[in-house]
């Protein structure tokens, strides 16, 4: 499945975000999704991932309670609503997706997005 994410930006501490996450040609509906970040100088983290079989979810501690991860199945989108951001959020953001999968424990995702820029400064 391909993957294009969308909908990073410049905004201010406090402020809101959602990105977008579109397949194209299959649905998300088999799929566990998830969101991943990396900031300058370090390593690709996962924020949060939806479970293909019961919409079950996962969130870094960090992000815990302010990011809310949902799908469209109809719209083929997933979306990571970001609330209360921090610059700590700022780093580039990846969709994921792997077939029939779970969030826990983690693994491989095998269709990557590319990436959208998110920077939180004031």
């Known amino acids: 499945v391909q993957l294009q994410a969308s909908g990073g930006g410049l905004v201010q501490p406090g402020d809101s975000l959602r990105l977008s996450c579109v397949s194209s040609g299959f649905a998300l509906d088999y799929y566990a999704i998830a969101w991943f970040r990396q900031a300058p100088g370090k390593e690709r983290e996962e924020v949060a991932c939806?479970?293909?079989?019961?919409?079950?979810?996962y969130y870094k501690d960090s992000v815990e309670g302010r990011f809310t991860i949902s799908r469209n199945n109809a719209k083929r989108t997933a979306y990571l609503q970001m609330n209360s951001l921090k610059p700590e959020d700022s780093a580039v953001y990846y969709c994921a997706a792997k077939v029939f999968g779970v969030c826990r424990p983690p693994g491989p995702y095998t269709d990557w997005g590319q990436g959208t820029l998110v920077t939180v400064s004031s």
């Open positions: 939806l479970s293909s079989y019961d919409d079950s979810t």
